[in-house]
């Protein structure tokens, strides 16, 4: 039974692949690719940049964080290579062919938790001793460097639960702006101050980087990044300032929102999404899916 | 020296060469669905009995003035703001500011176990830092563990006249070391070696994240007390607000 799971898996990952340089192709002239792996300048939110430009933000957000929090919890529970891999091909496929976000920039994303992935991973697979112990020996003089076929496999079990982890995660925020996600923590009755606090935060972090890239602009500007100890002291003065006028605008703000009549509690017009039948038999049948592929090589 | 020194040496130094250009993006929140399921929800009902105090005790600011509403969110978000900002390495490589000392010796630890929270929710949707499964043990770490020995340590050290300088680079290093502990701690247990148990993993996890850890813990120290001294120089008025200069220390 295995081995059908096997192959059944491998056919899904080369016809993904395939389709999507199909698509790729088909694309090509719109795009400028940028090179592998994850930036931080300028794009330190870029996830929330997708999250609007998705082709599934008309998806009912609720179905969506439902659907990938049962995947998410069919990865952790079940701890199985097979239903891993099958998690992250079938999440890969909802967010890059359905949603529409460039493969490349899936691949790049994915990156965010590689160096996690990667010590966490180390102190799992590697082992120290006086004495070579493992099936795979390194000599170091004055110990050796261990590691065996089981702990090997444990830790890529590991990465892939965690791949799936968080690629059943991916489709949640690159498909649903920050906005609705916390419209649904409302809707699971978190406390009210809470629910208040996070819209609130949502705004001001926009705010506050805005105002923190122009101050950046300005030091480096006038050699404030010069070398270490100058961006160090640089970097601490910004953030005090930082906090100085975000203090200072608080004030502004409340008295913006008390003439607003404000009650300690913000509303926002919510955009009613249905779930369609189409929807619910296709989580319906993924589910299944995942369960099936549990069962048959446990 | 010998063969077997010289190529000691030249596996340390290309180890050291590793560490050194690995960026270290925010290595310490526990990434999503590392954890088993039982550690998930353990950990999260650790957190509960701290976040209730936490929350009672901002609820209770806030029923009272109703514009600390604000004062929290600004907060809240320039904690965030701090820990998703590059800070200057000498590497050039990568790494974050966790922000949560700064925010204990400012606000007290029960607004940082709120705020912390909810930072971390909007790290895990809008930077992919951690999880929604791990969110119990990175809140118990960072927002609780880490601010909690930061908040006490500074009340000890001011009580006893340090220098204030050194008294914040203390509570702020000694919290980020602390929750780098914390977090080698929640490894560990859900991943116990299978020779040694969980000492032997305990000692691979913290000798595995030393290497970039510590280094971020100095510099997180130094920086928050660049960061108390703009504050101190530029917002008396502001900081009276936020309950950090309450007695009276302007030695």
Redesign the interface.
Known sequence: MERIVQILLITAAVLMIIQGFLHRRKHEKDHSHSSFGHK??GS??S??FYAYASRLRTWSPKYKAVFS?VC??C???C?NIYVSCAVILLMAYITVVMGGLPFRRYLS?MT??L??????C???A????GSP?GDFNLH??FFYVYTSK??LWETLE?IT??????SS??ML?LSTP?SE?IAVLRGIHM?K??V???N???R??F???DT?CRMKNAAVSRLG?CD?KT???S???I??????V??????A??HA?EARCYD?ELRFLEEEKTVSAMQTAGALLSVSLLLCIWRLTV | MTK??K??IV?ITSLCGMFAI?????????????L??SY?VIWGLICVPFLVIG?MH??KQ?KEN??T??????????V???S???????TGS?SHMTGTGLGAILFGPCVTS??G???L??Q??????G???TLGANCFSMAIAGPLVSFVLYQLLSKTGVNRKVNVFVAAFAGDLFTYCVTSVQ?AMA?P????GFG??LI??L???AP?QIPLAV?EG??????????ET??QD?LK??GFLKKGVQN
């Not at chain 1, 590697?126 to 001793?129: A, E, L, R, W, Y």
């Not at chain 1, 975000?246 to 004030?251: D, E, H, Q, T």
């Not at chain 2, 998703?84 to 000498?90: A, F, W």
């Open positions: 931080h300048d330190v939110f996830i929330d929090m998410l919890l990865c952790i529970i701890d994303l965010i938790p160096v996690f992935l990667f010590f966490g180390v102190a799992i590697i082992g120290f001793s112990s170091l003089g089981e702990s590991l639960k965690a791949l799936g982890a968080v995660m991916y925020t920050a996600i406390p101050l809470l208040e606090l996070m609130m935060i949502y001001y972090i705010l506050l980087m923190q990044y270490f961006s160090c002291v970097f601490g003065q953030a005090s300032n930082l906090l100085v975000s203090l200072k605008k608080g004030n703000y409340y929102l300690g | 077997k020194q190529k000691l596996f690995v960026p270290a993006a925010n290595a310490m929140h526990i990434m999503e669905g590392f088993p399921v998930c929350f901002v609820d806030v109703r514009q509403m604000m004062l929290l969110a600004l907060t809240g978000a320039f965030f703001v701090l998703s900002l590059k800070i200057p390495s000498v990568c709120i705020l929270l909810i930072v929710i909007f895990a949707i809008l930077l992919a830092h999880g929604v499964t490894l991943h070696s299978p020779t040694g032997y993993a691979k996890y000798g595995v994240f970039t510099i130094l920086l928050t007390v660049v960061i108390v001294i703009g504050l530029y917002a502001e607000k936020v």
